[in-house]
């Protein structure tokens, strides 16, 4: 999973959020948050339409599982760090 991918899978969600679908919820990130990032990742439940509505660290781990299917945890954690490192706050 290269940078330019991760960008790829966020760009998608982005667009949901400038489209109105998802309501972005995120704070900047840390290790609590990076924590939920991976569970949402690893989380073996389906999400609700409902649940997707509102983006959070959770549900975003669990959309980029969707864009990159299970994968280990160093993995997870450099497309946390990506996704962190360029949060500048909600979008929407």
Known sequence: ???REIERC???IEGEIKAGKVK????AG???RRGQFQAGWKATRHYTERTLRLLHW???GYRFRTCFGLRDDDEIKEAYEYLA???DGPLA
């Open 1 to 3: 999973m290269t940078a």
């Open 10 to 12: 966020w760009q998608r």
């Open 24 to 27: 972005e919820d995120r704070l």
């Open 30 to 32: 840390d290790n609590r």
């Open 58 to 60: 959770n549900n975003l």
């Open 85 to 87: 490192k360029n949060h």
